[in-house]
């Protein structure tokens, strides 16, 4: 199975998403915001590093995400493919990503691009506050992460379409609609 990047907006649903292919292709799964999350939890240096640019909407610088993926990705068994949900987000993270990739003989395999309105985000992300409690999900950080998703993170898609592995699903009201497409891209390149 190849590596994919489930790539979108906050609260487009890459994780949900991720979670379902995980189940059914029995992949491995490194999402950023839970190893984060995990950090901060333990009170890790890393984690306190990283809460100061979580609580202010901003991303963590690169190295680190690089060195804590690596980490991860080197812990996973290899040859069952690995979803990256939430990785990368800037071109540098994405050239950075495919390098680390290389070195261990693999590579990126596919981008799936998940596309929402951001008035759908909005309310899926305030509703995640309510029913998770994340202090990030407030209407203020919110705002902030989108304008950081589209100065710094949205122009990768561009990157992912010159490297020929973007393939782009538009929310179309239905989960079940969107796994379908989904799944049918990933065995068509598998």
Known sequence: ?????????????????????????????????????????????????????????????DELMIDILAKTYDALPKGQGVIFDGFPRTIAQAEALKTMLAERGDDMGMMIELV?????????????AKEQGRADDNEETIKKRFEVYHNQTAPLADW??????????????????????IFAAIENNA
């Open 116 to 128: 929402v309105g951001e008035d759908v985000l909005m309310a899926r992300l305030l509703n995640r």
């Open 160 to 181: 992912f379409e010159k490297e020929g592995i973007r393939n782009t699903f538009t929310w179309k009201g239905s989960k079940e609609t969107m796994l379908s497409e």
């Open 1 to 61: 199975m190849k590596n994919i990047i489930i790539f979108g907006a906050p609260g487009s649903g890459k994780g949900t998403y991720s979670d379902e292919i995980v189940a059914k292709y029995n992949m491995g799964h490194i999402s950023t915001g839970d190893v984060l999350r995990s950090e901060i939890k333990n009170g890790t240096e890393l984690g306190n590093i990283a809460k100061g640019y979580i609580d202010n909407g901003q991303l963590i610088p």
